[in-house]
């Protein structure tokens, strides 16, 4: 990867709107040995620019403090700090010091309050206005569109005496970030007259939508109308484009922006890469980044996230790093891209080292990076790291509540997501459907049938939200976990919905674990009915005969598979050690230290019989000599990994596993007896949950 300088970037806040001078020059009045008191205007507004940019705010106040008569552009500068960093109060009591209020200082308390979440305390200051302007009217639909509260916002746009181009846009904009794409295209239509913003509004709101054919085909109608695009316009649309792959579209709309001579523009250029990556087209995602003279962190960005969007997340690090050669300070959105790279590669010490370089420029806290932490730490297996990250942030947004439920869900710590569960209902945080998932999933992985019960009829009870089939799933895990198979049976055949194959795989699985060949064969034909070349019902219900000895229908169903070409998807078991993957198959001997590893497991067997373990050959899918069951159980791809695992880390450390299929019963067993022979914690990720194994016991209690 070239390297390229570093680009300076200019600091811009909104004090800037009352004051153009540069901070340099503040700073050096600030030095000089004069009295505050003697300055003049300009010097004086000029170091509280300084201050409050700085967020020295005593100072800042010390100094407005000085001023005998500071005029309204003063106070709304002062207000304007405040209001930036939640000091709401301080910002109230000296808007209601002002000797004279205008228009401008009455509308930046509005908008300030909303901005720092009290909407109702705006309303309040919007009644108290004596008079109020298209500005004010607005700003109010705009605080009443952040907080959902639609009704509010059409009822102030119905009252309001005029209504401007940007009255109309807010009232759009307000319907489609709720979701009301209709009721904004409506009103859209009913417009006296429309600048760019308006048609971008709506297109985007049609792509966030899932109805990305209209939102391109409202933009032709807006070309056609002779409206501009901006580079917003065109970004958001190059997003729509990738949203639905439409790669001969979306090279049309980069021939145009050619034409129109924004190739540069940094953002643009982003969307460009991205789009791309999106489109499997990641090498002229990287011509668009070697091409652009102006390769700023936006840029790298962009080429980072393109590399995670292609599954290459190897290279994306390469690109990380690559970037943080160059000099360029990683932002928000390149912590979050890396991070998400990490997850994918469940490289927990490189995701340790980029949260360290996050730390180290103060963006450890910013709530994206933050949740994209929580997300590594759970996805890598330490789950306890990533509720320390929540715990620890400052601002959280749905995607953070979310994020540490559905970790605490995968690690088996149901009481723990229940308790955020219960925070998040008193922070005001609307559920949605992806909380529940979590939920339901904490119940199904500690077999909580009640607790299930109660959080379905709860997501019920949210008009809102609509009920999926990962729902609907996940209460057939629980029933069925429960052994209640003919409830599990029943609710499927009364679903509002039609019913998928990991339904009824879902209630296949539990038949296993509650034998029940009669519901196993029904769940079977119907997955097999949906899909009849997946290999899973197949090989779930031949396990199901072999475990309750019935080896000619196990027979019958391998050599069905067998005759049809339908080939089973090999267990697969890795651990990730210094960046490196190693990967093992069910008696695999192909490793170079394959010699040791199968030493070391021949040693925990003898461990294991010393403290009664006795395998159970049940879990052998083949009609076999009994030795050669236990030898084919002790060579299970997880054993290897984990004999691996140990004689390549230092004892005590703790040991983590991945594989892509469910660990069997038998390995669960031995690997809790493990864990106490070794003295160590061996954590193993399967295709449904972790399992935190430490002294001799799971995470899951068996109920895995």
């Not at 996230?305 to 599954?311: A, H, I, K, N, V």
């Not at 019920?460 to 976990?481: F, N």
Request: net charge neutral; with cysteine; hydrophobic share 40%.
């Amino acid at each position: 990867m070239a390297r390229f300088p570093t680009l300076s970037g200019l600091f811009k806040t909104s004090y800037e709107s009352y004051i153009n001078l540069s901070t340099t020059f503040a700073k050096r009045l600030f030095n000089s040995t004069r009295h505050h008191a003697a300055m003049d205007t300009l010097s004086r507004n000029s170091t509280i620019f300084y201050y409050l940019k700085n967020k020295r705010f005593d100072d800042a106040r010390r100094v407005f403090n000085e001023i005998s008569t500071p005029d309204v552009s003063l106070y709304t500068m002062m207000i304007a700090g405040y209001c930036q960093v939640n000091r709401i109060d301080e910002a109230l009591q000296m808007f209601y010091r002002m000797p004279v209020r205008d228009i401008v200082s009455w509308n930046s308390m509005m908008k300030g309050c909303i901005d720092c979440g009290y909407l109702d305390t705006a309303r309040k200051l919007f009644e108290e206005m004596p008079h109020r302007t298209v500005v004010s009217w607005t700003t109010m639909i705009s605080g009443f569109s952040k907080f959902g509260r639609i009704e509010m916002a059409e009822e102030f746009f119905s009252k309001m005496p005029w209504k401007d181009t940007a009255a109309w846009n807010s009232m759009i904009f307000c319907y489609c970030s709720n979701g009301r794409v209709e009721d904004a295209y409506t009103l859209f239509s009913k417009m006296p007259s429309r600048n760019v913003i308006s048609w971008t509004t709506m297109i985007s709101g049609l792509d966030q939508t899932g109805e990305t054919a209209r939102a391109l085909a409202l933009f032709q109608e807006m070309r056609s109308s002779g409206v501009q695009p901006t580079s917003n316009t065109l970004s958001i649309v190059l997003t729509a484009c990738a949203n639905i792959s439409a790669l001969d579209r979306g090279v049309q709309l980069h021939t145009h922006i050619l034409k129109l001579g924004y190739v540069l523009d940094p953002f643009i250029s982003s969307t460009l890469i991205t789009f791309y990556a999106r489109c499997k087209q990641i090498n002229n995602s990287v011509k668009v980044f070697q091409e652009n003279l102006n390769i700023n962190v936006v840029i790298w960005t962009a080429l980072v996230t393109g590399y995670g969007l292609s599954c290459d997340h190897e290279q994306a690090l390469g690109v990380f790093r690559d970037m943080i050669n160059a000099g360029i300070v990683p932002n928000q959105s390149t912590f979050a891209s890396a991070l998400n790279s990490c997850s994918g590669l469940e490289a927990l010490d490189k995701g340790k080292v980029i949260h360290s370089q996050a730390m180290k420029i103060g963006s450890s806290l910013d709530v994206f990076v933050a949740n994209s932490l929580i997300v590594m730490y759970s996805k890598c297996g330490n789950i306890d790291d990533g509720v320390v990250i929540f715990n620890k942030m400052r601002e959280r947004n749905l995607v953070s509540w979310n994020s540490i439920i559905v970790g605490c869900a995968q690690h088996g710590r149901a009481n723990l997501a229940f308790q955020i569960f219960d925070q998040m209902e008193q922070a005001n945080i609307q559920p949605d459907e992806i909380t529940f998932v979590g939920l339901l999933t904490a119940c199904s992985h500690s077999m909580m049938l009640e607790k299930g019960r109660f959080f379905f009829e709860l997501l019920t009870s949210h008009p809102w939200i609509q009920l999926k089939l990962e729902h609907y799933a996940c209460m057939v895990d629980i029933l069925g976990r429960s052994g209640k198979l003919e409830e599990a049976e029943e609710f499927i055949r009364k679903m509002p919905i039609e019913p998928n194959s990991l339904i009824w795989l879902t209630l296949l699985s539990a038949c296993k674990v509650h034998p029940n060949v009669e519901i196993a064969t029904r769940a079977a034909e119907s997955a097999l009915n949906l899909e009849p070349d997946y290999s899973v019902p197949y090989i779930l219900l031949s396990n199901l005969y072999a475990s309750v000895n019935k080896w000619k229908d196990a027979s019958r169903i391998r050599r069905l598979m067998k005759e049809k070409g339908i080939v089973k998807q090999p267990g697969r078991s890795w651990v990730t050690l210094r960046g490196s993957r190693h990967e093992f198959l069910s008696g695999d001997t192909s490793h170079p230290l394959s010699n040791k590893i199968h030493q070391k497991l021949e040693w925990l067997n003898g461990k294991l019989k010393e403290l009664g373990y006795v395998p159970d050959q049940s879990y052998v899918s083949h009609d076999v000599e009994d030795e050669q069951k236990e030898v084919m159980l002790s060579c299970h791809s997880e054993r290897l990994a984990i004999g691996f695992g140990l004689i390549s880390t230092v004892e005590g450390s703790t040991l983590r596993v991945m594989k892509n299929l469910r660990v069997c019963g038998d390995c669960h067993s031995a690997i809790k007896l493990i864990s106490k022979i070794v003295s160590r914690e061996i954590i193993v990720r399967d295709s449904c949950r972790f399992h935190h194994f430490r002294d001799g016991k799971c995470s899951c209690g068996d109920h895995w």
